[in-house]
């Protein structure tokens, strides 16, 4: 059967310095479905309403590009999970795991799944840390930067950097130079 690898990027409230992960929360979940050659099957796409600081600091702003207007607008996690669950149901009979550029992502949900009470599918499938993985398969001495990672592949970032879907496509385009199966 042929395997597919879901790519997820989330974008977060911080400010500058950034702030642990316990003191972040969601604001924009992206995922590509990719095909083991990393062409895109389907993707997700939300922005999230964060309980704790609503309100993003200028410096999040900046850096995401996302507007207070698109967070006001936006349901909070307990009501896009629900969503994403149902989105990715339809793809689990093919679905190798899901990975990400690094553990940050991994780490964050994990949090706030237990935070807001929620079960996610994705728990029950691999993680692959694929910053580690791009480091490994390249023998690199310590694992780099998305942007880094593209240029050692001889490609170029295609969008807005730390926008979620663009964060997770970008990183959809490593996997083949990854072979995660
Ligand atoms: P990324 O996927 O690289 O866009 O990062 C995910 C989240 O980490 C961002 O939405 C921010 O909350 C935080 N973050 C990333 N880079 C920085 C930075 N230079 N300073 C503070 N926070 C950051
Ligand atoms: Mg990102």
């Not at 993003?56 to 702003?61: D, E, V």
Request: net charge negative; proline share 5%; charged share 20%.
């Amino acid at each position: 059967m042929q395997q597919h690898w879901l790519v997820i990027d989330l974008e977060a409230t911080t400010e500058e310095g950034g702030w642990p992960v316990e003191e972040m929360e969601i604001i924009e979940i992206g995922a590509s479905l990719v095909a083991s050659d990393g062409h895109e099957l389907d993707h997700f796409q939300r922005f999230v309403r964060p309980l704790r600081r609503p309100c993003l600091t200028s410096f999040c702003r900046e850096l995401t590009h996302i507007s207070q207007a698109q967070i006001d607008a936006a349901q909070p996690l307990a009501a896009i999970w629900p969503q994403f669950e149902r989105w990715i149901g339809g793809h689990l009979s093919h679905l190798a795991g899901w990975g990400s550029w690094g553990d940050y992502d991994r780490r964050q949900f994990e949090l706030e799944w237990r935070t807001h009470g929620l079960h996610s599918r994705l728990a029950d499938l691999p993680h692959l840390n694929l910053k580690q993985r791009f480091a490994s398969a390249r023998q690199l001495q310590r694992p780099v930067g998305l942007n880094s990672a593209l240029q050692l592949a001889g490609l170029n970032f295609q969008g807005q950097q730390h926008r979620a879907l663009e964060d997770a496509r970008n990183t959809a385009r490593l996997l083949p130079l990854i072979h995660p199966t």
